[in-house]
């Protein structure tokens, strides 16, 4: 059901939960609809709205789910590593068509960072998720620093939720609720036929010390102090690339150098992370990491390619994509900030 618009050019809101029941939610027709929407979208397009009931529902199946995969999520096959989406729908659906490889034939691994300042701020991890319920050993969702419970708050998720026809503070309150309980169930890291280490951030100072059993070892669920150190760090290191950048401010971080070492104490071939913008939509630098990036032009303020990885038979192969050079980056030419992949 859509919101005609007061001046009779067309609906102002479409409703991507309209006729799914609540009580027997069909995960397959919500992915189709959010789907159709990223695709369709364009400035003027209607905007979208949930039913807090459905939107409740998808969120305590996904934590279900999100509970039987262990820590580290071990997996085998062909797979596509996606890095950050930031919320940039249309990032997320041109890569998924262009791998031409979808689950089950192909796992999925995402390496967090599904919320953001796109234009499908929250549709992203809502088609995630219910992909998550079909396929739910074939599409590992791994938790970014944007799902930590601060970075929802600090992103105003609740004015995205206002902002899709969820009004009332008892159904904005729960929602939020439940999103924390559901990100806090996703993984910390993925470990592709053991040599290939998939982590949002990186080896921050803890992990490094620890080692990689230690993060493999923990459960879901209530964890002492370090041990959520590990888990936060997983999430947010960032890799220095040069010295001028030690001073992080408390931010866990590790070098190349570090990278390396932990790579060779651990038996791993390589790290791939998200966390960091990278121009080329990835970064392979040094040999032992692999930096990506998988929203493209990421906030307009930048001309970076989205890009994925394309893992089968211990061969490595990038697919990636970029803006038309002399296509525009904003709705407001003079100041890039806002754009395409911005909801003003």
Request: glycine residues 8%.
């Amino acid at each position: 059901m859509s919101d005609e618009g007061g001046n009779g050019v067309g609906p102002r809101f479409i409703n991507l939960t309209d006729e799914i029941n609540p009580e027997k939610v069909d995960y397959a027709r919500l992915v189709r609809n959010i789907w159709n929407y990223i695709k369709n979208y364009s400035p003027d397009s209607a905007r979208s709205q949930f039913n807090p009931e459905v939107l409740v529902k998808l969120l305590q199946k996904s934590q279900e789910v999100l509970k039987n995969d262990a820590m580290i999520v071990k997996v085998n096959g062909p797979t596509i590593i996606f890095g950050p989406i930031y919320g940039e729908g249309d990032s997320l659906i041109t890569l998924m068509s262009q791998a031409k490889k979808t689950p089950p034939s192909v796992t999925y691994v995402l390496l967090g960072c599904y919320l953001g300042h796109g234009f499908a701020q929250l549709e992203c991890l809502y088609f995630l998720l219910a992909y998550k319920i079909l396929f739910p050993d074939k599409v590992i969702l791994l938790k970014g620093h944007h799902e930590e419970s601060i970075s929802m708050e600090m992103l105003k998720v609740k004015d995205w939720l206002f902002a899709r026809g969820i009004i009332q503070e008892v159904h904005l309150e729960e929602i939020l609720v439940e999103m924390k309980k559901t990100c806090s169930l996703m993984s910390a890291a993925a470990i592709l036929g053991s040599k290939i280490l998939c982590m949002p951030g990186g080896p921050g100072p803890t992990l490094r010390e620890r080692g990689l059993k230690s993060l493999m070892s923990l459960k879901k669920g209530f964890q002492a102090i370090g041990d959520k150190k590990l888990i936060m760090e997983a999430a947010w290191s960032v890799l220095l690339v040069n010295e001028s950048q030690k001073d992080m401010h408390g931010m866990p971080f590790f070098t190349a150098q570090q990278a390396t070492e932990f790579c060779k104490k651990n038996r791993l071939k390589c790290i791939v992370r998200g966390r960091q913008m990278v121009d080329e939509g990835y970064l392979n630098k040094p040999k032992e990491v692999i930096t990506l990036i998988s929203a493209v032009a990421y906030l307009d303020n930048f001309r970076n390619f989205a890009a994925v990885l394309h893992i089968e038979k211990d061969k490595g192969r990038i697919i990636r994509y970029k803006m038309e050079e002399g296509e525009q980056l904003s709705l407001e030419l003079v100041k890039p900030g806002m754009g395409r992949n911005a909801v003003v």
